[in-house]
T-cell receptor, first 115, second 114 residues
Framework: NAGVMQNPRHLVRRRGQEARLRCSPM?????VYWYRQLPEEGLKFMVY????????ESGMPKERFSAEFPKEGPSILRIQQVVRGDSAAYFC?????????????FGPGTRLTVT | AQSVTQLDSHVSVSEGTPVLLRCNYS??????LFWYVQHPNKGLQLLLK??????LVKGINGFEAEFKKSETSFHLTKPSAHMSDAAEYFC????????????FGIGTKLQVIP
């Protein structure tokens, strides 16, 4: 059973460009979470999605950031008009159910660098 | 509301000596608690979890943690540190108040000195 997959692993964008980060959850997992890790900081929750639904986006910046988890295909975190402050590691996690008993399985992360 | 406090941002131990990484939590609901480890430039790996069964939880690589409700603590320990334990460790609390709300601690960087 393949783990959570994220691609690309490294992404370099110039200021003003768009960044698209992909996350394929573990097989059988229908819950996806996105986190951002800034240098020297812990993980900050961004958004929680189920298939075709955004459940909680309270951690997502109001502008330029969006996320989706379509019926088919990976979850996408999209950052429009990137700025230097968006440079960070973005981690995706998945879990099989909406239940605190189930740990989240993390992907290897996408490291975004904005130049 | 819930929160996690990792009391030490950096811990340094000598190889072969015990490790103690401290974590305190607060939660309005019955929490589940986890410890994750992150090696440099890697993703997070689950070390162990507490989900209201036994209060002493054993994890991978010789780590264990004890859930103490009276102290609202979930400290991570290992009897003897190995060089490969050098990493960052995150204490995590989740609670099922509505849905699985997850809160991470800021992390503790463990340095192991040869």
């Amino acid at each position: 059973n393949a783990g959570v997959m994220q691609n690309p692993r490294h992404l370099v964008r110039r200021r003003g460009q768009e960044a698209r980060l992909r996350c394929s959850p573990m097989k059988g997992h229908s819950h996806v979470y996105w986190y951002r890790q800034l240098p020297e900081e812990g993980l900050k929750f961004m958004v929680y999605l189920q298939k075709e639904n955004i459940i909680d986006e309270s951690g997502m910046p109001k502008e330029r950031f969006s996320a989706e988890f379509p019926k088919e295909g990976p979850s996408i975190l999209r950052i429009q008009q990137v700025v230097r402050g968006d440079s960070a590691a973005y981690f995706c996690a998945s879990s099989p159910q909406q239940d605190s008993l189930y740990e989240q399985y993390f992907g290897p992360g996408t490291r975004l660098t904005v130049t | 509301a819930q929160s996690v406090t990792q009391l030490d941002s950096h811990v340094s131990v000598s190889e072969g000596t015990p490790v103690l990484l401290r974590c305190n939590y607060s939660s309005s609901y019955s929490p589940s608690l986890f410890w994750y480890v992150q090696h440099p430039n890697k993703g997070l790996q689950l070390l162990l979890k507490y989900t209201s069964a036994a209060t002493l939880v054993k994890g991978i690589n010789g780590f264990e943690a004890e859930f103490k409700k009276s102290e609202t603590s979930f400290h991570l320990t290992k009897p003897s540190a190995h060089m490969s334990d050098a990493a960052e460790y995150f204490c995590v609390v989740t609670s099922s108040g509505g849905y699985q709300k997850v809160t991470f601690g800021i992390g503790t960087k463990l340095q192991v000195i040869p």
